[in-house]
């Protein structure tokens, strides 16, 4: 089984600059999240999608950052303008999304450098 | 609101000695809690959860945790350490189906072994 896809792995950036991630989840999950791990942090979800509906996007800074999952499969995640403290690892996870309380699948990261 | 307090950023252990993580939470509602590893540039790796079913959780890589509901804790053990459990160790709490499946982490135990 194909697990989470995420790309590019490593990006670097100037401030004010644009970037864009791009995940694809384990075939078959409905549920899907994105989360920030600063260095020295652990990961806090951004925001989740249930199919191509957001169910919770609270923490995401919208003035800056965007997402989208169009057809309920794969995800986008936009920053612009970027910030120097935007640099982070970006973390897309995926689920069945079923009743049943069942782990979430992480991706390896898309590490961003804001310069 | 749910929450989760590792204590120690940093543990050091010598191989084939015991591994021990602490691990706290907070949540207004039975907690679902899981254990994630993450070795250096990969994803979060589920090493074991605990969903309202046995206290005792034995996971993957001869670690185990056990649930204390009235110490809200749920801490992470290996008897003996092998140089290959060095990596980052995040604890995560869950309110289930009804919150979204969404977790909450901790800020990570990073371990150390020593030869």
């Known amino acids: 089984e194909a697990g989470v896809a995420q790309s590019p792995r490593y990006k670097i950036i100037e401030k004010r600059q644009s970037v864009a991630f791009w995940c694809n989840p384990i075939?078959?999950?409905?549920?899907l999240y994105w989360y920030q791990q600063i260095l020295g942090q652990g990961p806090k979800l951004l925001i989740q999608?249930?199919?191509?509906?957001?169910?919770?996007d609270s923490q995401l800074p919208k003035d800056r950052f965007s997402a989208e999952r169009l057809k309920g499969v794969d995800s986008t995640l936009k920053i612009q303008p970027a910030k120097l403290e935007d640099s982070a690892v970006y973390l897309c996870?995926?689920?069945?999304?079923?009743?049943?309380?069942?782990?979430?699948?992480f991706g390896e990261g898309s590490r961003l450098t804001v310069l | 609101a749910q929450s989760v307090t590792q204590l120690g950023s940093h543990v050091s252990v010598s191989e084939g000695a015991l591994v021990l993580l602490r691990c706290n939470y907070s949540?207004?509602?039975?907690?679902?809690l899981f254990w994630y590893v993450q070795y250096p540039n990969q994803g979060l790796q589920l090493l074991l959860k605990?969903?309202?079913?046995?206290?005792l959780v034995k996971g993957i890589n001869g670690f185990e945790a056990e649930f204390k509901k009235s110490e809200t804790s749920f801490h992470l053990t290996k008897p003996s350490a092998h140089m290959s459990d060095a990596a980052e160790y995040f604890c995560?709490?869950?309110?289930?189906?009804?919150?979204?499946?969404?977790?909450?982490f901790g800020g990570g135990t990073r371990v150390l072994v020593k030869p």
């Open positions: 996870a995926s689920s069945l999304g079923t009743m049943e309380t069942g782990e979430l699948f």
């Open positions: 075939s078959g999950h409905a549920t």
């Open positions: 999608f249930q199919n191509n509906g957001v169910v919770d």
């Open positions: 949540s207004s509602v039975p907690p679902y």
């Open positions: 605990y969903t309202s079913a046995a206290t």
């Open positions: 995560a709490v869950s309110e289930g189906w009804a919150a979204g499946n969404k977790l909450t």
